[in-house]
């Protein structure tokens, strides 16, 4: 069995809302696996389906062979899950936390007291054991709730927007983790809206939007999927804007590229000598650029070209996403 996770036409409505639309992956074992979309895309229904969390309402999911509806027990036991918000106690101390998990996985007090103190270790939470979960720093909070995911070592691990809501350090501490974990054969799902995130950490991506896959392959593809080359553009008035993208437009044709930022133009080339055509251009109308540069399509740009939506998360005011379809 090459995939751990298979999905055909898997479809999931909510009332008159269609939350997964014909969903089709494939997923290599020992992989990490990017889900990308923005909010309402589909992502975190597509995980709860895949974890037994809910039924499909057609189609078919499998997770190392196993039919998520007629042998939803046997996935569970293979499977470990690390939602958006923290599933830990925060009365209790980290230590207790990972002993609780451990006993109600069926370890003995010996195994689990060991289990707990060999994953306070992996995780840097040594010192931090013996204090409530309420004391711990968001980035602490998060690699304590995906410690309790790996008491038992799963087979598969879905996380699902591992990273909302945590400083820059912090998100560096838990993609180290994802590697780790991924590295020692567990197969990663991870549903993300930071673009990066996908990029430094899967192996291949989909994006979902409305949901249904509308992109899917590695980072490599879908940059590809826009353009192999592009030139980024910063003005230095964000009011010549329009006039900047009219001027690209006769040299270039249909080339822009979507971007949320006022000062910023973004365009397709054919090749890296359009750069000059359209730099020249931009002298000859009077346009003040700020800085320019040639490379392939970012990541973001792509999203955007994809679902018409910037990659941003929408937080809540505790921090962390709030819960998407």
């Given at each position: 069995m090459t995939h751990a996770i298979e999905t055909h036409a898997l479809v999931k409505s909510f009332g008159a809302t269609r939350a997964l639309d014909g969903v089709d992956l494939r997923i290599r074992r020992g992989s990490v696996y990017g889900l990308l979309g923005p909010n309402g895309a589909g992502k975190t229904t597509t995980v709860r389906i895949l974890s037994t969390l809910r039924k499909p309402d057609a189609g078919t999911a499998t997770v190392l062979g196993h039919d998520v509806v007629r042998e939803a027990k046997l996935v569970r036991q293979k499977v470990s899950l690390t939602g958006q918000y923290a599933s830990v106690d925060?009365?209790?101390t980290g230590q207790e936390n990972l002993v609780l998990v451990a006993r109600l996985l069926g370890f003995s007090w010996t195994q689990a007291r060991a289990r707990a103190t060999e994953l306070l270790e992996a995780f840097d939470l040594t010192d931090a054991a013996r204090r409530q979960v309420s004391t711990y720093s968001g980035g602490m909070r998060r690699r304590i709730d995906i410690a309790a995911s790996l008491v038992a070592i799963p087979e598969v691990l879905f996380l699902?927007?591992?990273?909302?809501?945590?400083d820059p350090r912090a998100r560096n501490e838990v993609w180290d983790l994802v590697r780790r974990i991924a590295a020692e054969g567990t197969t990663v799902l991870l549903t993300t809206q930071y673009l990066d995130e996908a990029d430094r950490l899967a192996e291949r991506m989909a994006v979902i939007d409305h949901g249904r896959v509308i992109a899917e392959g590695t980072s490599r593809d879908l940059k590809a999927s826009v353009g192999s080359n592009a030139l980024h553009l910063r003005?230095?008035?964000?009011?010549?804007?329009?006039?900047?993208?009219e001027l690209i437009t006769r040299v270039l044709g249909d080339g822009l590229l979507p971007s949320t930022d006022p000062t910023e133009v973004a365009a397709r080339l054919g090749d890296t000598g359009q750069a000059v055509e359209v730099l020249g251009a931009l002298a000859a109308g009077r346009i003040d650029v700020a800085e320019f540069s040639v490379g392939t399509p970012s990541l973001d740009e792509v999203f955007l070209a994809l679902t018409g939506k910037p990659a941003e998360p929408v937080a809540s005011t505790n921090g962390t996403e709030k819960a998407t379809r």
């Open positions: 925060e009365d209790l699902d927007e591992p990273t909302t809501g945590l003005l230095a008035r964000a009011d010549q804007r329009a006039l900047a993208q």
